[in-house]
């Protein structure tokens, strides 16, 4: 189930308030000066079209959400989605998400890291491109706040296995904790496109959630 094309973005659409590139960044994360206030901040790696940033902001105002995405034309879909819904607290980063981790983000500043569906690299030769790595995971266990969590959710079993049991490895992140699935509210109530085009067609969707101690 690969990605579609995307429908056009309003050029009407003002999306400087929700769209930045990983270049124009300032040397270090300043969560306050990017939402324009302080609030506990999560972090999406791969926010594809924005789905989850979409319902995470709205339905979460008292916090402030990053979305990562390093194809150019999903982020500005992303930034568009959440400029047509007016989210103060939601801001999309065109970039590379390990490389943002390693370099911009600092120690314990985040409340969450989401990381949905990821791109499997399904050849053991490329599986060293996986996002979900020993240097990345290190990162997010650094940038977690005491009581933060790590969500990851795949519809592919061997990376869902394989990264249950390289986090132990990696850190020492408390899990892996169950998250249990519910039913959908409208067609549009899951985290991202990906879960629902994976639910809708009855396959299934492997979740869990680490808690840094």
Same mark, same amino acid.
């Given at each position: ?5 995307? $429908?056009? *973005? !309003? ?10 590139? @990983? ?5 270090? &994360? /300043? #969560? ?21 940033? @979409? #319902?995470? #902001?709205?339905?979460? +105002? ?5 979305? *990562? ?10 930034? @568009? ?12 980063? &065109? +970039? ?10 600092? /120690?314990? &500043? ?7 569906? $990821? !791109? ?18 290190? !990162? ?7 009581? +933060? ?17 390289? *986090? ?7 899990? $892996?904790?169950?998250? #249990? ?7 549009? /109530? ?24």
């Amino acid at each position: 189930m690969g990605r579609r094309a995307l $429908p056009k *973005i !309003d050029p009407s659409l003002d999306l400087s308030r929700h769209f930045r590139e @990983a270049d124009s960044l300032p040397p270090v &994360c /300043d #969560s306050a000066a990017l939402f324009g206030r302080a609030a506990p901040l999560e972090v999406e790696v791969g926010s594809g079209k924005g789905l989850f940033l @979409a #319902s995470a #902001s709205q339905r979460h +105002g008292e916090r402030n959400f990053l979305g *990562i995405e390093i194809s150019f034309k999903y982020a500005r879909f992303a930034a @568009a989605r959440l400029a047509k819904l007016k989210s103060p607290n939601a801001v999309v980063v &065109c +970039g590379d998400g390990l490389a943002l981790f390693s370099k911009w983000i600092p /120690d314990s &500043c985040l409340a969450a890291v989401h990381v949905y569906f $990821p !791109d499997p690299w399904w050849k053991k030769r490329h599986r060293r491109r996986r996002v979900l790595n020993v240097t990345f995971l290190k !990162d997010v266990e650094r940038a977690l706040v005491a009581g +933060g969590s790590l969500h990851f959710w795949t519809d592919v079993e061997e990376y869902f296995q394989t990264t249950l049991e390289l *986090i132990p490895q990696a850190t020492k992140l408390a899990g $892996p904790l169950p998250v #249990s699935e519910r039913a959908p509210e409208h067609d549009l /109530d899951y985290r991202t496109h990906f879960e629902r085009r994976t639910r809708l067609h009855e396959l299934p969707v492997y979740r869990a959630e680490f808690r840094k101690q």
